[in-house]
């Protein structure tokens, strides 16, 4: 079982940076792939970033390529969106997710645990 808290939303203007932050609790975080995802009004739920569990390997959807960076702390048991250049189009609750197969990757099938979110809102 692993618990999930994000942290780290807020408002920003077009262009900014926001530092989102995972901190999971329980057995074995550094076993688990891990992954963002964000979720807009009226639209899925959609892969944003993920990270294997050793943090060898990394996947981005494109929309976020170049401006998004995932990162993984095993010994502090976080996790980190760095999200740079935001758009108002980044606007959603971002959640963080944990992958018992350790891999990390887009689907969100894969992944069994999930965090409650954290506001994300860019203005133009």
């Known amino acids: 079982q692993v618990q999930l808290v994000e942290s780290g939303g807020g408002l920003v203007q077009a262009g900014g940076s926001l530092r989102l932050s995972c901190a999971a609790s329980g057995r074995h975080f550094s076993s688990y792939g891990m992954g963002w995802f964000r979720q807009a009004p009226g639209k899925e739920r959609e892969f944003v970033a993920g990270i294997s569990w050793s943090g060898g390997t990394k996947y981005y959807a494109d929309s976020v390529k170049g401006r998004f960076t995932i990162s993984r702390d095993n010994a502090k048991n976080t996790v980190y969106l760095q999200t740079n250049s935001l758009k108002p189009e980044d606007t959603a609750v971002y959640y963080c997710?944990?992958?018992?197969?350790?891999?990390?990757?887009?689907?969100?099938?894969?992944?069994?645990?999930w965090g409650q979110g954290t506001q994300v809102t860019v203005s133009s």
């Open positions: 997710a944990a992958d018992p197969t350790g891999r990390g990757k887009v689907a969100k099938d894969e992944y069994d645990y």
